[in-house]
């Protein structure tokens, strides 16, 4: 029949809304994980391709540690599932009691929840709380880092200092404030003394989750300045930069002074259970206390006997890799491989420490790359045989503490393909 347009056949729906992508273009059979294991993942395209990013920085001892899992399945024969809600376990005790024991600051009480995000939006609530018990209800401001990143839960949406387009989904940042860390803290200064006796807690991730910025030691002790002064609650966001990633246990055993919280996730259970948990120092453990007062905070699935038991095993686990070695040694062959890419073109300068570090990505005109820029040159790195993350105006890189020698070169030789195929692309005109 003559005239009658001809429609090209439907892509198959995927029944999966793919987060943080475009669901038309998705290459289902190249992002697709089949299994993984170690540090590689196989996905349906039958490539397997070495991972960059420990997941997502969580599977900091690799994919498929035979220990933790066989310490989950027995935990889920002993018990499938036991709440938190109005009473305790014996396994909650056991890891909080654990936790305790891994900061060098001294912490007194741990409560559980399931992702970094909603650990960020228990914090915020946990400060203004300590405040009205405090007798001073008018300290409701929390301040972040500009560029930060703490999740995409409402309230961790809104305390994250990167667009994350907040204006879109309407998230109230009416008590929010940022302030850049890299300018010897003259903004930190000036907020201070506009609203200092408004400020309830300052949050800060001691190497940013977007783009692996660290946060300048001399920063960190100007806010603590500004805490004796004003009284506020320091936290430490560790949901990425704990349990081995930067160095020690977490990033913030090297402060002078403690903070009042930590944050903790990701490689808090090897990724394999949805897990977070705040450390809660004596100052506010014990207003708390003295008060009788009730934190109305709760999660269903936070701190149950199986993500309890994955929390001991990966401790243990860490303890017995000597995850302090690891860390120097991963440290050391980033900065090797880092060094070999600075050679390329379209490669700038790093940023971040430890296990987490970024690496820009510039234009022939020297610009820092785009989105979608980084975007082409991620999934050209991926075609190429190795997962990488995007970040601002570069890439992340966040191998888990088991790489070897051999595992560094095989990602830097897929880095180096991907970005050859990204020049020929035109992606860095």
Same mark, same amino acid.
């Given at each position: 029949?003559?005239?009658?347009?001809?429609?090209? /056949?439907?892509?198959?729906?995927?029944?999966?809304?793919?987060?943080?992508?475009?669901?038309?273009?998705?290459?289902?059979?190249?992002? /697709?994980?089949?299994?993984?294991?170690?540090?590689?993942?196989?996905?349906?395209? $039958?490539?397997?391709?070495?991972?960059? !990013?420990?997941?997502?920085?969580? =599977?900091?001892?690799?994919?498929?540690?035979?220990?933790?899992?066989?310490?989950? #399945?027995?935990?889920?024969?002993? *018990?499938?599932?036991?709440?938190?809600?109005? =009473?305790?376990?014996?396994?909650?005790?056991?890891?909080?009691?654990?936790?305790?024991?891994?900061? *060098?600051?001294?912490?007194?009480?741990?409560?559980?929840?399931?992702?970094?995000?909603?650990?960020?939006?228990?914090?915020?609530?946990?400060?203004?709380?300590?405040?009205?018990?405090?007798?001073?209800?008018?300290? !409701?401001?929390?301040?972040?880092?500009?560029?930060?990143?703490?999740?995409? /839960?409402? $309230?961790?949406? #809104?305390?994250?200092?990167?667009?994350? $387009?907040?204006?879109?989904?309407?998230?109230?940042?009416?008590? %929010?404030?940022?302030?850049?860390?890299?300018?010897?803290?003259?903004?930190?200064?000036?907020?201070?003394?506009?609203? $200092?006796?408004?400020? #309830?807690?300052?949050?800060?991730?001691?190497?940013?989750?977007?783009?692996?910025?660290?946060?300048?030691?001399?920063?960190?002790?100007?806010?603590? !300045?500004?805490?004796?002064?004003?009284?506020?609650?320091?936290?430490?966001?560790?949901?990425?930069?704990?349990?081995?990633?930067?160095?020690?246990?977490?990033?913030?055993?090297?402060?002078?002074?403690?903070?009042?919280? %930590?944050?903790?996730?990701?490689?808090?259970?090897?990724?394999?259970? #949805?897990?977070?948990?705040?450390?809660?120092?004596?100052?506010?453990?014990?207003?708390?206390?003295?008060?009788?007062?009730?934190?109305?905070?709760?999660?269903?699935? *936070?701190?149950?006997?199986?993500?309890?038991?994955?929390?001991?095993? =990966?401790?243990?686990?860490?303890?017995?890799?000597?995850?302090?070695?690891?860390?120097?040694?991963?440290?050391?062959?980033?900065?090797?491989?880092?060094?070999?890419?600075?050679?390329?073109?379209?490669?700038?300068?790093?940023?971040?420490?430890?296990?987490?570090?970024?690496?820009?990505?510039?234009?022939?005109?020297?610009?820092?790359?785009?989105?979608?820029?980084?975007? *082409?040159?991620?999934?050209? %790195?991926?075609?190429?045989?190795?997962?990488?993350?995007?970040?601002?105006?570069?890439?992340?890189?966040?191998?888990?503490?088991?790489?070897?020698?051999?595992?560094?070169?095989?990602?830097?030789?897929?880095?180096? =393909?991907?970005?050859?195929?990204?020049?020929?692309?035109?992606?860095?005109?």
């Amino acid at each position: 029949m003559t005239g009658v347009p001809v429609l090209p /056949t439907p892509r198959t729906q995927l029944p999966l809304w793919v987060p943080l992508v475009t669901q038309h273009d998705f290459n289902e059979d190249s992002y /697709t994980a089949v299994s993984a294991e170690g540090v590689h993942v196989t996905f349906a395209d $039958g490539g397997q391709r070495i991972c960059a !990013k420990s997941g997502l920085w969580n =599977t900091n001892l690799g994919y498929g540690n035979r220990q933790i899992a066989e310490s989950i #399945a027995k935990e889920l024969n002993a *018990a499938s599932y036991l709440p938190l809600f109005r =009473t305790s376990h014996r396994k909650a005790i056991e890891a909080s009691r654990a936790l305790l024991s891994l900061p *060098a600051h001294d912490f007194q009480r741990v409560v559980f929840s399931t992702s970094g995000g909603a650990a960020n939006d228990a914090v915020m609530k946990l400060a203004r709380h300590y405040f009205v018990l405090n007798g001073q209800p008018e300290r !409701k401001l929390i301040v972040g880092l500009s560029g930060s990143y703490h999740g995409l /839960t409402y $309230g961790s949406q #809104a305390l994250s200092g990167d667009d994350l $387009g907040q204006a879109v989904y309407g998230v109230d940042q009416r008590s %929010i404030r940022h302030i850049r860390f890299d300018d010897d803290g003259a903004e930190l200064a000036r907020l201070m003394q506009r609203e $200092g006796h408004r400020i #309830a807690a300052v949050i800060m991730e001691p190497v940013l989750g977007s783009g692996a910025e660290s946060v300048p030691a001399a920063f960190i002790e100007e806010v603590i !300045k500004h805490r004796d002064h004003h009284g506020f609650l320091i936290i430490a966001d560790e949901v990425a930069t704990g349990f081995g990633r930067v160095n020690g246990w977490f990033a913030s055993d090297e402060w002078a002074q403690q903070p009042d919280v %930590i944050v903790t996730s990701k490689g808090l259970t090897n990724g394999t259970g #949805a897990c977070a948990a705040l450390l809660i120092a004596q100052r506010v453990t014990q207003l708390f206390d003295q008060t009788e007062s009730v934190f109305v905070h709760g999660e269903t699935q *936070a701190g149950t006997p199986a993500t309890c038991a994955a929390i001991l095993s =990966t401790i243990a686990e860490m303890k017995r890799l000597d995850h302090n070695v690891l860390t120097k040694q991963v440290a050391s062959g980033l900065n090797k491989l880092i060094e070999e890419l600075q050679g390329t073109p379209g490669v700038g300068n790093s940023s971040g420490r430890g296990c987490m570090r970024g690496l820009k990505l510039l234009s022939k005109n020297g610009v820092p790359l785009g989105s979608n820029g980084v975007l *082409a040159v991620v999934r050209s %790195i991926h075609q190429a045989g190795a997962i990488v993350q995007p970040g601002p105006g570069g890439i992340q890189l966040l191998p888990a503490l088991i790489y070897t020698d051999e595992n560094f070169e095989e990602l830097r030789t897929a880095i180096e =393909t991907g970005l050859a195929t990204a020049e020929c692309d035109g992606v860095f005109e």
